[in-house]
């Protein structure tokens, strides 16, 4: 099992940056492929990025390519996403995932394990 837990969201202003953490527990987090996705209200959750244990292969939406950083420290069991130049439309629930899969993936269901979440908030 592993225990994933997300934290640095909150309520911001449209053009600020924001970075998000996930930290791991429970098995060597080193094994997996981490990811992050979102889900604003009334929406499907969607695919941001993900990389792999030692960042070698990392894969973006393209729609976040340029605007969104996603990193890891696996000494520190964490997983990182920078934000910048917030808008509105970025307003949604964020969530890491793990999985085992060695090539980062875009599917939700790939994922075995995921965070609760943490609410992004842009105002305008």
């Known amino acids: 099992q592993v225990q994933l837990v997300e934290s640095g969201g909150g309520l911001v202003q449209a053009g600020v940056s924001l970075r998000l953490s996930c930290t791991a527990s429970?098995?060597?987090?080193?094994?997996?492929?981490m990811a992050w996705f979102r889900q604003a209200p009334g929406k499907t959750r969607e695919f941001l990025a993900a990389?792999?244990?030692?960042?070698?292969?990392?894969d973006y939406k393209d729609s976040v390519k340029g605007r969104f950083t996603i990193s890891r420290d696996n000494a520190k069991n964490t997983v990182y996403l920078q934000m910048n130049n917030l808008t509105p439309e970025d307003t949604a629930v964020y969530y890491c995932?793990?999985?085992?899969?060695?090539?980062?993936?875009?599917?939700?269901?790939?994922?075995?394990?995921w965070g609760q979440g943490t609410q992004v908030t842009v105002s305008s």
């Open positions: 995932a793990a999985t085992r899969y060695i090539s980062p993936s875009g599917r939700s269901n790939d994922y075995d394990y």
């Open positions: 429970g098995r060597t987090f080193s094994d997996y492929t």
């Open positions: 990389l792999t244990w030692d960042g070698g292969i990392i």
